[in-house]
């Protein structure tokens, strides 16, 4: 597996959230326990709010066994002595034995049988949640493990509550479920805080900004920024990923660096879509609990702007070679970093925010510049007067070290405590 640097990793939510929202807007995807389900040609769909899915494909993955009576187009499902019964055509069913009244009937569309996959999935002993960002059901079974353990903090001061959830924007099928910690903390939010609320994004705007932001307008094109062997590299990618070779001429050099991101991390089976963010901000949603940026996408951008043309061409030699780095970065995969999460670990979490280092210039815009900003609002919220509870939920590398969140709290006289 070529290695993604963590470099990399504190890159993905810009463009990663962007092209997740264009994608989402087309399509439901169904996955369990981190896993997609694949239902080939027959699609999932949305009838009055409930989710309809092809029947045999879900119920195979579920471990249901099956019993079909044609006469009266009822289908009977059992595993491990809970059960369930539907009928086409019908809102009345049965879930482990008590009558039921569905909420839209389970029907036959071109000799598919589709049912709602909520009634369905509870029945056996799922946990069901929906991202309406993602147009993504997930489900869990309680069978899992205890949970990725990940990093988290929690703040208390006049009545407030802040809890800190360091996140990782791009994950894998692996990184689910999240211990119950986790999420007894987001239900116990009133607000929860992300870098950015992609729940007010309006594609059309945000296609016009990363155009008027990611774009020459001088007349040069990528090749008068960068050197001719950088150009040739990123040229031969192109080539080497099927795209024309022109393809980023356009557009500035970190922006095409987060797009030959992307097509690694897509290589790599790494999904957007599946982050701890858009994860959280799904369940927001759901739970018709307000969400709260801290940032925005004009600021953020800002950053990647204001690198000069020398710094972004190493970004792009860096995604391109990651040996470019230096060696304790260079190292750092993207299975390490999965891994450190999946751990808890604070040490390698210190020792990846160390790795981010390599340039002072990268670190101030990256790292220094918005955990002072992000600081000042949690502060903000901790010092109210409104006694509420928030879950702040930002990338893992803002909270370590001694430019981090915690240690910026922690001078700031407030007593942080991990979770």
């Given at each position: 597996?070529?290695?993604?640097?963590?470099?990399?990793?504190?890159?993905?939510?810009?463009?990663?959230?962007?092209s997740?929202v264009h994608?989402s807007?087309?399509?439901?995807?169904?996955?369990l326990?981190?896993?997609?389900i694949e239902f080939?040609?027959s699609?999932p769909?949305i009838?009055?709010?409930v989710t309809?899915v092809?029947?045999?494909?879900?119920l195979?993955?579920l471990?249901?066994?099956?019993e079909?009576d044609?006469?009266?187009?009822?289908?009977?499902?059992?595993?491990?002595?809970l059960?369930?019964s539907?009928?086409m055509g019908?809102?009345?069913?049965t879930a482990n034995?008590?009558?039921?009244?569905?909420?839209?009937?389970?029907?036959?569309?071109?000799n598919?049988?589709?049912v709602p996959?909520?009634?369905?999935a509870?029945?056996v002993g799922?946990?069901?949640?929906?991202?309406p960002t993602?147009?993504?059901v997930?489900l869990n079974?309680?069978?899992q493990?205890?949970?990725?353990?990940?990093?988290?903090w929690k703040?208390?001061?006049?009545g407030?509550?802040v809890y800190?959830?360091?996140t990782?924007?791009?994950?894998?099928?692996?990184?689910?479920?999240?211990r119950h910690?986790i999420?007894d903390?987001?239900?116990?939010?009133?607000y929860?805080?992300v870098?950015i609320d992609?729940?007010?994004?309006?594609?059309d705007?945000l296609t016009?900004?990363i155009?008027?932001?990611s774009?020459?307008k001088d007349?040069?094109t990528?090749?008068?920024?960068?050197s001719?062997?950088t150009?040739n590299?990123v040229?031969?990618?192109?080539k080497?990923?099927g795209l024309?070779?022109?393809?980023?001429?356009?557009i500035?050099?970190?922006?095409?660096?987060?797009?030959?991101?992307?097509i690694?991390?897509?290589?790599q089976?790494?999904?957007?879509?599946?982050?701890i963010d858009?994860?959280l901000?799904?369940?927001?949603?759901?739970a018709?609990k307000p969400i709260?940026?801290?940032e925005?996408?004009e600021?953020?951008?800002?950053v990647?702007?204001?690198f000069?043309?020398?710094?972004?061409?190493?970004?792009?030699?860096?995604?391109?070679d990651p040996?470019?780095?230096?060696?304790s970065?260079?190292e750092?995969?993207?299975?390490?970093i999965?891994?450190?999460?999946k751990d808890?670990d604070d040490?390698?979490l210190?020792?990846?925010v160390k790795t981010l280092q390599?340039?002072?210039?990268?670190?101030k815009g990256m790292?220094?510049?918005?955990?002072?900003?992000?600081a000042?609002?949690?502060k903000?919220?901790?010092n109210?007067?409104?006694?509420?509870?928030y879950?702040i939920?930002v990338g893992a590398?803002?909270y370590a070290?001694?430019f981090?969140l915690?240690?910026l709290?922690?001078?700031?006289g407030?007593k942080?405590?991990?979770?």
């Amino acid at each position: 597996m070529k290695k993604i640097s963590a470099v990399l990793l504190s890159l993905f939510l810009l463009t990663s959230a962007f092209s997740s929202v264009h994608a989402s807007e087309t399509s439901i995807s169904v996955g369990l326990n981190g896993e997609q389900i694949e239902f080939s040609n027959s699609v999932p769909f949305i009838e009055n709010g409930v989710t309809l899915v092809p029947m045999r494909p879900l119920l195979e993955k579920l471990g249901v066994q099956v019993e079909w009576d044609e006469p009266t187009g009822t289908v009977s499902g059992s595993k491990e002595g809970l059960s369930l019964s539907l009928k086409m055509g019908s809102t009345s069913a049965t879930a482990n034995g008590k009558a039921v009244t569905l909420e839209v009937e389970p029907k036959l569309i071109q000799n598919v049988t589709y049912v709602p996959v909520r009634f369905v999935a509870e029945t056996v002993g799922y946990q069901v949640d929906w991202n309406p960002t993602m147009r993504q059901v997930t489900l869990n079974s309680g069978q899992q493990s205890e949970g990725s353990k990940g990093f988290l903090w929690k703040v208390e001061n006049k009545g407030n509550t802040v809890y800190l959830l360091g996140t990782i924007h791009t994950v894998d099928k692996t990184i689910y479920p999240l211990r119950h910690e986790i999420e007894d903390a987001f239900n116990a939010a009133d607000y929860l805080g992300v870098e950015i609320d992609f729940a007010k994004v309006v594609p059309d705007e945000l296609t016009k900004l990363i155009t008027d932001v990611s774009t020459y307008k001088d007349g040069t094109t990528l090749k008068d920024h960068i050197s001719a062997p950088t150009y040739n590299k990123v040229t031969a990618f192109l080539k080497e990923n099927g795209l024309p070779e022109n393809s980023f001429d356009n557009i500035k050099a970190w922006y095409a660096q987060q797009q030959m991101g992307n097509i690694l991390a897509a290589k790599q089976e790494l999904n957007e879509g599946m982050g701890i963010d858009m994860y959280l901000m799904g369940k927001a949603i759901q739970a018709k609990k307000p969400i709260v940026g801290l940032e925005t996408f004009e600021s953020q951008f800002e950053v990647f702007n204001n690198f000069a043309d020398s710094l972004q061409e190493k970004l792009l030699l860096q995604t391109l070679d990651p040996s470019t780095l230096p060696p304790s970065a260079a190292e750092m995969s993207m299975d390490e970093i999965l891994r450190i999460w999946k751990d808890g670990d604070d040490k390698a979490l210190l020792d990846m925010v160390k790795t981010l280092q390599w340039d002072d210039d990268y670190f101030k815009g990256m790292q220094i510049d918005r955990n002072a900003a992000m600081a000042e609002k949690i502060k903000g919220f901790l010092n109210s007067n409104n006694k509420e509870t928030y879950m702040i939920a930002v990338g893992a590398s803002h909270y370590a070290g001694d430019f981090g969140l915690v240690t910026l709290l922690e001078k700031a006289g407030f007593k942080v405590d991990k979770q």
